[in-house]
T-cell receptor
Framework: QQQVKQSPQSLIVQKGGISIINCAYE??????FPWYQQFPGKGPALLIA?????SEKKEGRFTISFNKSAKQFSLHIMDSQPGDSATYFC?????????FGGGTRLMVKP | NAGVTQTPKFQVLKTGQSMTLQCAQD?????MSWYRQDPGMGLRLIHY???????DQGEVPNGYNVSRSTTEDFPLRLLSAAPSQTSVYFC?????????????FGPGTRLLVL
């Protein structure tokens, strides 16, 4: 049973472009919606997260958009930079339980 | 603070061998957990602990044992390694239980079972 579906699996964007990654979930008990960033050989690190009482959160170049009725949330990276090249995971959670999506490998071309 | 540390970084085992993956944190976090990461599948929760002496199973617990005798340490034991356990293992911690936004991951242990 795949509770969390992430798309696309891979993404190539030109420097300065917008990267968009989507996450769809099934479990309506989820109450915390984070995105993690992982560089090769490293553990995931929290990038940005949102609670279901707001529809959008922006931190610098990173924005989460949340659609509770559609059970979807997305990560937008504005002005994408080569340093943003990494794997991104959505990991909606309830309690202490993170449920990870399959990941999106982002490559930003200079 | 060293954060979350894991040892070893890389290990090769033969089928049937046992080993312990070590995880330690120096942030006095109550919640600790183990995940495995396989290509295309994200991270899956193996076991977790909400405090010393308390552990519980996650999504994929079979073949693994854990114990939590101290707040700092949360070792993961493979009793009889199988090729299906070839993966990258991550330990994570957070405090207090429920405050997922403070969850920190270690650098990982890459395990190859032949």
């Amino acid at each position: 049973q795949q509770q969390v579906k992430q798309s696309p699996q891979s993404l190539i964007v030109q420097k300065g472009g917008i990267s968009i990654i989507n996450c769809a979930y099934e479990n309506t008990a989820f109450d915390y919606f984070p995105w993690y960033q992982q560089f090769p050989g490293k553990g995931p690190a929290l990038l940005i997260a949102i609670r279901p009482d707001v529809s959008e959160k922006k931190e610098g170049r990173f924005t989460i958009s949340f659609n509770k009725s559609a059970k979807q949330f997305s990560l937008h990276i504005m002005d994408s930079q080569p340093g943003d090249s990494a794997t991104y995971f959505c990991a909606p959670s309830w309690g202490n339980m993170l449920t990870f999506g399959g990941g999106t490998r982002l490559m930003v071309k200079p | 603070n060293a954060g979350v540390t894991q040892t070893p970084k890389f290990q090769v085992l033969k089928t049937g061998q046992s080993m312990t993956l070590q995880c330690a944190q120096d942030m006095n976090h109550e919640y600790m957990s183990w995940y495995r990461q396989d290509p295309g599948m994200g991270l899956r929760l193996i076991h977790y602990s909400v405090g010393a002496g308390i552990t519980d199973q996650g999504e994929v617990p079979n073949g693994y044992n854990v114990s939590r005798s101290t707040t700092e340490d949360f070792p993961l034991r493979l009793l009889s390694a199988a090729p299906s356990q070839t993966s990258v293992y991550f330990c994570a911690s957070s405090s207090p239980p429920g405050r997922i936004e403070t969850q920190y991951f270690g650098p990982g242990t890459r395990l190859l079972v032949l």
